[in-house]
């Protein structure tokens, strides 16, 4: 089955700087790569997604990049602010979500 | 528009007795899936439900665990008897269509097993 590693699993930035969180994944066929956000006590929500045909997508102050050849994707939040604090979570697919074990983002005030 | 609804929020049971789960998935979903989420680390899929039918419970421990979904609309998820490895977030989500590609999923807030 899909393997998904994440990394950092904790990052701690000063409010205003960017925030880079880095996925691989094993298995080639893989086609879809949302990003979840998990604040404390509740569900993961859905952030931000790619697919596999394309390379970068942007959301304001989220972007996501992929790279297939390589297998791996990122996150990227800039200008980060402390409603940011979070875990947050890769996924790859192909037919079923395998989840990265998560990043624990903190943002200093 | 009400989102993924789940019950009992939190419980503690003693090993070797059960347990029951509820879910009540966005209004239309087709798709109702069953994640166990162990603390620090990500969601793992249980179960899937396509409508009142039984996709995918390749990872569901079937010794012990059991889910249904009647009428294609609500679900529960049982455990007996439950072992301490089982405490775990439980994660009930939803989506419109089966399969991800282009099917986003909500989750609901989860329920909180402890088994000492």
């Known amino acids: 089955g899909e393997n998904v590693e994440q990394h950092p699993s904790t990052l701690s930035v000063q409010e205003g700087d960017s925030a880079v969180i880095k996925c691989t994944y094993s298995?080639?066929?893989?086609?879809?790569f949302p990003w979840y956000k998990q604040e404390l006590g509740k569900g993961p929500q859905l952030i931000i997604d790619?697919?596999?045909?394309?390379g970068e997508k942007k959301d304001q102050r989220i972007a996501v990049t992929l790279n297939k050849t390589a297998k791996h994707f990122s996150l990227h939040i800039t200008e980060t602010q402390p409603e940011d604090s979070a875990v947050y979570f890769c996924?790859?697919?192909?037919?079923?979500?395998?989840f990265g074990a998560g990043t624990t983002v903190t943002v200093r005030a | 528009e009400a989102g993924v609804a789940q019950s009992p929020r939190y419980k503690i049971i003693e090993k070797r007795q059960s347990v029951a789960f509820w879910c009540n998935p966005i209004?239309?979903?087709?798709?109702l899936y069953w994640y166990q989420q162990i603390l620090g680390q990500g969601p793992k899929l249980l179960i899937q439900?396509?409508?009142?039918?039984?996709?995918?419970d390749s990872q569901l421990p079937k010794d012990r665990f059991s889910a249904e979904r009647l009428k294609g609309v609500d679900s529960t998820l049982k455990i007996q008897p439950a072992k301490l490895e089982d405490s775990a977030v439980y994660l009930c989500?939803?989506?419109?269509?089966?399969?991800?590609?282009?099917?986003?999923?909500?989750f609901g807030e989860g329920s909180w097993l402890t088994v000492v």
């Open positions: 989500a939803s989506s419109l269509g089966g399969g991800t590609l282009g099917n986003t999923i909500y």
């Open positions: 298995d080639s066929a893989s086609n879809y």
């Open positions: 790619i697919r596999s045909n394309v």
């Open positions: 996924a790859a697919s192909i037919a079923k979500l395998s």
């Open positions: 209004s239309g979903h087709a798709t």
């Open positions: 439900f396509q409508n009142n039918g039984v996709v995918d």
